[in-house]
């Protein structure tokens, strides 16, 4: 997610003057619907026959059609994601792009595939990773193409057909998305409906699509309820559930590397990503000058009285009797630092990424997911409390944790008290999924079911083959 965002802004500049806001579904030239359906039945039905089709081509196959769905991610990465921003209205235009881009580019696809084998005195026994067949996949409102872009590029990598309930809020770029890949495949190697899509998802395409006997795993990603809804539908889920990543700032680390890094992770596309700095607890020692640090790095520091008008406008209350709890409001949710600033009564810069300010450990911007570019900073007796904290406030989710530290005992402590699926040390959060860190990437990092950061193995099951007593080939 490196981005020349100067460079990205002119391109899109250029491209809204030339053809004005990006269209919505565009007709096909083919006449079919390529993917989108508006019934349950059909569209399993449609992606069942497209897993049956697949499973009679080579992998070759396999690779034109993801090498498509790269090409469209990356190539058309402005177009659709000017969509995204203009349907979804949360985020940042330039991170829209990229994120589009980063997936095409990124997602782990064939070459992620492998068999193991075992040979000895018996003979030889192969295990291979076959499809499960038709998968049905929950898509997020924050990522709504990025993630069907992911997710159909791993699961077709495995040889499976996918079944979208996209959010409703990102639903017409997850069906224009769908169309333009379904249709590039079928021009190219005559199947079609690969990736299935719902055009108009409710609660009830979801069960349909939970309980439905030719969909074969289910891959939710998304907040608490949708991940306990997939756990209860009697299926095997792959569940990449809520996060409310803590970062620790102990008296060792990297002042100013660090301010660079929780500004970068945490104002990414306005603090929508699930791995996102979302709260950070600083040993009070170096407090102050981590505060100094973050204003030398850019960002805007609130004071308390500014931090409670923004508070009473950013967080409300929802759930009835023992589930009332606070949560973060649509309103403000995933806008703009300046507009955020404007809610709390102070004007910035239009350019402004991130904001911030000192809280208690108790205030609700600490405990909730708030998914918008404002940060709260806790002063922590020392790095004990820190750790305690951020365990205690990334609440058993086993999503994301963060130190900057320069201390291999601080980073042992932290990584063990929080269990964390992703756990980066001196680096954004988005280094935990490969860019600017090692590894891999995918939006669906499933910590609740513990497969972690999606791959195509993910979505397979293992089939043994055993030929006795004979290929072992390596004598007595
Ligand atoms: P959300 O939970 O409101 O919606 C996610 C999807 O689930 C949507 O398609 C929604 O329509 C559907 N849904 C919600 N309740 C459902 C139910 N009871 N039955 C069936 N479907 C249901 O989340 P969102 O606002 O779209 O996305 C943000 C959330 O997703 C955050 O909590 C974020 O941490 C999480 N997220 C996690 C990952 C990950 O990889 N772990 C990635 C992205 C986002």
């Given at each position: 997610m490196q981005v020349n965002e100067t460079i990205i802004r002119d391109v899109v500049a250029q491209v809204l003057a030339e053809v004005g806001p990006a269209p919505m579904v565009a007709p096909s030239s083919t006449g079919r619907s390529h993917g989108v359906f508006t019934d349950v039945d059909e569209a399993v039905a449609a992606a069942r026959e497209a897993f049956q089709q697949l499973c009679e081509r080579p992998r070759e196959d396999r690779e034109k059609i993801i090498a498509h769905v790269r090409r469209i991610s990356i190539d058309q990465s402005v177009e659709l994601g000017t969509m995204e921003m203009n349907e979804t209205k949360i985020g940042r235009l330039e991170h829209k792009i990229d994120k589009l881009k980063t997936l095409g580019e990124k997602t782990p696809g064939i070459e992620f595939m492998r068999s193991e084998v075992f040979s000895g005195d018996h003979g030889l026994a192969v295990i291979e990773h076959a499809?499960?067949?038709?998968?049905?996949?929950?898509?997020p409102v924050t990522h709504s193409l990025p993630t069907i872009t992911g997710n159909a590029v791993s699961m077709i990598a495995a040889g499976n057909a996918v079944v979208v309930n996209p959010h409703p809020s990102g639903k017409l770029v997850a069906a224009e998305g769908v169309r333009r890949f379904n249709?590039?495949?079928?021009?190219d190697i005559g199947i079609d409906n690969l990736i299935s899509l719902?055009?108009?998802p409710t609660l009830e395409t979801a069960q349909g699509i939970f309980s439905h006997r030719d969909v074969a795993l289910i891959c939710v990603t998304g907040g608490p309820a949708v991940g306990r809804a997939a756990l209860r539908s009697g299926k095997r889920a792959v569940v990449a559930g809520p996060g409310n990543p803590p970062v620790v700032v102990d008296e060792t680390a990297d002042l100013d590397r660090a301010a660079?890094?929780?500004?970068?992770?945490?104002?990414y596309d306005n603090n929508l990503l699930c791995i996102a700095e979302k709260e950070v607890f600083v040993v009070?020692?170096?407090?102050?000058?981590m505060m100094d640090a973050m204003q030398r790095a850019g960002a805007v520091q609130l004071n308390d009285q500014q931090i409670q008008q923004l508070t009473s406008q950013a967080i409300v209350q929802v759930g009835e009797g023992d589930d009332r709890h606070d949560a973060a409001g649509k309103e403000l949710l995933g806008q703009d630092a300046s507009?955020?600033?404007?809610?709390?009564?102070?004007?910035?810069?239009?350019?402004?990424?991130?904001?911030?300010?000192e809280t208690?450990?108790?205030?609700?911007?600490?405990?909730?997911?708030?998914?918008m570019p404002f940060i709260p900073f806790v002063r922590c007796r020392d790095v004990d409390q820190a750790?305690?904290?951020?365990?205690?406030?990334?609440?058993?989710?086993?999503?994301t944790s963060i130190i900057h530290s320069n201390n291999v005992q601080n980073m042992t402590r932290m990584g063990r008290a929080l269990d964390t699926t992703i756990f980066v040390k001196n680096g954004p959060c988005m280094a935990g999924l490969g860019l600017g860190g090692e590894g891999y990437l995918s939006f669906s990092i499933a910590g609740p079911t513990g497969e972690g950061v999606t791959t195509p193995l993910t979505f397979t099951r293992e089939r043994r083959c055993s030929l006795i007593d004979d290929l072992c080939i390596l004598g007595r």
């Open positions: 499809p499960f067949g038709v998968i049905g996949a929950i898509t249709e590039a495949i079928y021009n719902l055009a108009e660079r890094c929780i500004i970068q992770g945490g104002a009070a020692s170096v407090f102050d000058q507009r955020l600033a404007e809610a709390a009564g102070v004007n910035v810069p239009n350019e402004t990424q991130l904001l911030f300010g208690p450990h108790t205030h609700p911007f600490v405990s909730v997911e708030q998914m750790i305690e904290w951020a365990r205690e406030y990334e609440h058993g989710f086993r999503h």
